[in-house]
């Protein structure tokens, strides 16, 4: 079984819509939950973390960790053009982390 | 910008061949963390350096080497290639490891 498993799309929106990106894992010890963005195969960038279960929100973006059923979701409102990219996501236990795959997203003006 | 470098940015050599990737985290990091990402795999984690030690070590083949050096630069080590080899080659570097930030990559290819 793998560690984090996720969607890889590609998913298509119009500009404007809300986007819902989700994984699930395996690994019950793992506590910190973060989604990369990466552009054109450019270096993934840190986008947002959580710690243990609940919502955390930013901006346009907002995290979500359910850890009874594993499941993590990056929730992104209003999206944007320049919101298309591979979103991954990446729980780990604070010392090393597991990516998912990708989910290729592009948002159509 | 991370503030994480990597060179070469692309990298095209023969089955059997051996090459260095470079690593120079950001200022002030201690950890250097390598990951290969390929179409098929996603992204990879190999293994993990804390200021000069090992610290941690994922899916890296026994043909594959790294090395911190006293500078925190890193150099990722990768022999008797294959074709699979071919992937880009992601260095990040942290303070914390739960904030970790990617360097540009290293395409290689393999031919």
């Known amino acids: 079984q793998k560690e984090v498993e996720q969607d890889p799309g590609p998913l298509s929106v119009p500009e404007g819509a809300i986007v819902s990106l989700n994984c699930t894992y395996s690994?019950?010890?793992?506590?910190?939950f973060m989604w990369y963005r990466q552009y054109s195969r450019k270096g993934p960038e840190l986008l947002m973390y959580t710690y243990s279960s609940g919502n955390k929100e930013d901006g346009r973006f907002t995290a979500q960790v359910d850890k009874s059923s594993k499941y993590i979701s990056l929730f992104i409102r209003d999206s944007q053009p320049s919101d298309s990219a591979t979103y991954l996501c990446a729980p780990g236990d604070g010392n090393q982390f597991y990516f998912g795959t990708g989910t290729s997203l592009t948002v159509i003006p | 910008d991370s503030g994480v470098t990597q060179t070469p940015k692309h990298l095209i050599t023969a089955t059997g061949q051996r090459v260095t990737l470079r690593c120079s985290p950001r200022?002030?990091?201690?950890?250097v963390y390598w990951y290969q990402q390929s179409l098929d795999q996603g992204l990879q984690f190999l293994i993990q350096?804390?200021?000069?030690?090992?610290?941690a070590k994922g899916n890296i083949l026994e043909r594959f080497s790294a090395q911190q050096f006293p500078d925190l630069h890193s150099e990722l080590n990768l022999s008797s290639l294959e074709l699979g080899d071919s992937a880009l080659y992601f260095c990040?570097?942290?303070?914390?490891?739960?904030?970790?930030?990617f360097g540009p990559g290293t395409r290689l290819t393999v031919l």
């Open positions: 990040a570097s942290s303070v914390r490891s739960d904030t970790q930030y």
């Open positions: 690994n019950s010890a793992f506590q910190y």
């Open positions: 200022s002030g990091d201690l950890s």
């Open positions: 350096y804390y200021n000069g030690e090992e610290r």
